[in-house]
């Protein structure tokens, strides 16, 4: 897939046929006059989007195959939270816990009560470039050709070992306590029973998370966005996704009402950033996220209430050397594993807000949802929502109309204003790419982390 505009996080999100939601006083989808048409200028746009020859024969009650021209270069499709941890080793922000191995934070967790499977590692992928949790290989201590076996707890984290609220509770998904919590814990360092685990949290790099880029840096994507300052609700609305989600003045400051101190910040984006709902897990929140179903091979229960585990669970065999992942976005709406039914939880998360919370664009599949505005006095804004899979090998793009919560995908076709949207965003972004990316001055101006990720 070769992307025309230089960033992917626009792109994907941008350029596809995707259909639109709309609302109207009988709840029911206002559907284009013209079926056959919309879809043959959305596939005309993916052309101009994706420089690809596809699949002419398009069919909106199945994904839609849009296949790599092969006389074309191969794209640089790196995405995930690896190549993100890879991006800033080679930049100024590197992790100063890259090469953390994670012996004291199991033998803490072993030695009050929980489980570390012997077979699991914290520590560097083979290229030495980013940190994850791994099955043992043959050749490291401990490790076994089995590796670990389908359904075997990979970890269970005691009650007393979780950093938690007062007032848990299994369907709450927002806690100040629990933040604070964890600050006051940062403030103990040290002298924390968590220490093992508060001192690696501390010992996080900053900068990563978008809310704590440097102005310039945030003007530069807001810009690339389209987003527009709203003066009265003091923040930035409008344009492509993700619309950014509450800030740390407004969530720890006024919300909270936490202390404005730069501990309490990086705790704040710790917590935001590794939380399971209002729980903070050690051990657990150190594996890397992916929703590829050849990739995901766990799954969690969280405790159902005060004083139960935390467990984490695989959900096939995982091979020696092979990396253990979780999903952050267990319930996202092109979720894929009939396995998983338990989704009373906030890890719904689109791709687009994966990287305003976490910092990384995520690896496929993704899925996507945003707003567009029209100038329909009828239908003031369309939802627009499709899921996203890449198949490596064959360079086959698919493209879901709607979610896996939608009652008839047949539905979910391109709009006349989804249409016109696609294409001013296109232009809009190509003129942007012209007037910025070889910027000199501008790129000088914006930590290179911030600029790097903002173009990829």
């Given at each position: 897939?070769?992307f025309r505009?230089g960033?992917?996080?626009?792109t994907?999100?941008?350029?596809?046929?995707?259909?639109?939601?709309?609302s109207?006083?009988?709840?029911?989808?206002?559907?284009?006059?013209?079926?056959?048409?919309?879809?043959?200028?959305a596939?005309?746009i993916?052309d101009?989007?994706f420089?690809?020859?596809?699949?002419?024969k398009a069919?909106?009650?199945?994904?839609?195959?849009?296949?790599?021209?092969?006389?074309?270069?191969?794209?640089?499709?790196?995405?995930?939270?690896?190549?993100q941890?890879?991006?800033?080793?080679?930049?100024?922000?590197?992790d100063?816990?890259?090469?953390?191995?994670?012996?004291d934070?199991?033998?803490?967790?072993?030695?009050?009560?929980g489980?570390?499977?012997?077979?699991?590692?914290?520590g560097l992928?083979?290229?030495g470039?980013?940190r994850?949790?791994?099955?043992?290989?043959?050749?490291?201590?401990g490790g076994?050709?089995?590796?670990?076996?389908?359904?075997?707890?990979?970890?269970?984290?005691p009650?007393s070992?979780l950093i938690?609220?007062?007032?848990?509770g299994?369907?709450?998904?927002?806690?100040?306590?629990?933040?604070?919590?964890?600050y006051?814990?940062f403030?103990l360092?040290?002298k924390?029973?968590?220490a093992?685990?508060?001192?690696?949290?501390?010992?996080q790099?900053?900068g990563?998370?978008?809310?704590?880029?440097?102005?310039?840096?945030?003007?530069?994507?807001y810009?690339?966005?389209?987003?527009?300052?709203?003066?009265?609700?003091?923040t930035?609305i409008?344009?492509l996704?993700?619309?950014?989600?509450?800030?740390?003045?407004?969530?720890?400051?006024?919300?909270?009402k936490?202390?404005?101190?730069?501990l309490?910040k990086?705790?704040?984006?710790q917590?935001?950033?590794?939380?399971?709902?209002?729980?903070?897990?050690?051990?657990?929140?150190?594996?890397?996220?992916?929703?590829?179903?050849?990739?995901?091979?766990?799954?969690n229960s969280?405790p159902?209430?005060?004083g139960?585990?935390?467990?984490?669970?695989a959900?096939?065999?995982?091979?020696?050397?092979?990396q253990?992942y979780?999903s952050?976005?267990?319930?996202?709406?092109?979720?894929?594993?009939?396995?998983?039914?338990?989704?009373?939880?906030?890890?719904?998360?689109?791709?687009?807000?994966?990287?305003?919370?976490?910092?990384?664009?995520?690896?496929?599949?993704?899925?996507?949802?945003?707003?567009?505005?029209?100038d329909d006095?009828?239908?003031?804004?369309?939802?627009?929502?499709?899921?996203l899979?890449?198949?490596?090998?064959?360079?086959t793009?698919?493209?879901?109309?709607g979610?896996?919560y939608?009652?008839?995908?047949s539905?979910?076709?391109?709009?006349?204003g989804?249409?016109?949207?696609?294409?001013?965003?296109?232009a809009?972004?190509?003129?942007?790419?012209?007037?910025?990316?070889?910027?000199?001055?501008l790129?000088?101006?914006?930590?290179?982390?911030?600029?790097?990720?903002?173009?990829?």
């Open positions: 897939m070769i505009s960033n992917p996080i626009l994907a999100c941008l350029l596809l046929p995707a259909a639109s939601a709309q109207n006083p009988k709840g029911k989808r206002n559907l284009p006059q013209n079926y056959s048409s919309n879809l043959r200028l596939n005309e993916l101009e989007l420089l690809t020859s596809h699949n002419s069919d909106a009650k199945k994904p839609n195959e849009i296949k790599t021209d092969p006389s074309k270069p191969k794209p640089d499709l790196q995405t995930g939270q690896t190549a941890q890879a991006l800033a080793a080679e930049n100024s922000n590197p100063p816990n890259l090469n953390y191995d994670g012996a934070l199991v033998e803490w967790i072993n030695s009050n009560g489980y570390i499977h012997p077979n699991a590692r914290i992928d083979a290229t470039k980013y994850g949790v791994f099955v043992k290989s043959l050749g490291e201590e076994t050709e089995g590796g670990i076996q389908e359904d075997e707890i990979i970890c269970r984290i009650w070992l938690k609220p007062a007032n848990y299994w369907n709450k998904y927002f806690s100040c306590e629990s933040m604070k919590e964890l006051n814990q403030l360092g040290d924390s029973f968590y093992p685990y508060v001192n690696y949290l501390m010992n790099p900053r990563r998370i978008i809310s704590e880029w440097s102005e310039k840096g945030k003007k530069l994507l810009s690339m966005l389209d987003k527009e300052w709203d003066e009265e609700d003091n930035w409008g344009g996704p993700p619309k950014f989600v509450k800030s740390y003045e407004e969530v720890w400051l006024d919300w909270c936490g202390e404005d101190t730069p309490a990086a705790a704040f984006y917590f935001t950033s590794r939380d399971e709902d209002t729980l903070m897990v050690p051990f657990y929140d150190m594996c890397n996220h992916s929703n590829d179903p050849e990739k995901l091979n766990t799954i969280k159902r209430r005060p139960k585990p935390f467990v984490l669970r959900t096939r065999d995982i091979k020696p050397g092979e253990i979780i952050y976005t267990r319930c996202n709406r092109c979720w894929h594993d009939e396995k998983y039914q338990d989704c009373t939880t906030w890890s719904h998360y689109s791709s687009s807000d994966m990287f305003d919370i976490f910092g990384f664009v995520e690896d496929f599949p993704q899925t996507w949802a945003f707003e567009i505005d029209t006095p009828n239908d003031e804004w369309d939802e627009v929502v499709f899921c899979e890449h198949d490596e090998d064959s360079g793009l698919l493209v879901t109309f979610d896996n939608s009652e008839n995908p539905e979910w076709i391109p709009t006349d989804g249409l016109e949207f696609l294409h001013s965003q296109l809009r972004l190509n003129q942007f790419e012209k007037d910025f990316k070889d910027d000199k001055k790129m000088e101006a914006i930590p290179k982390y911030e600029w790097e990720m903002s173009w990829r």
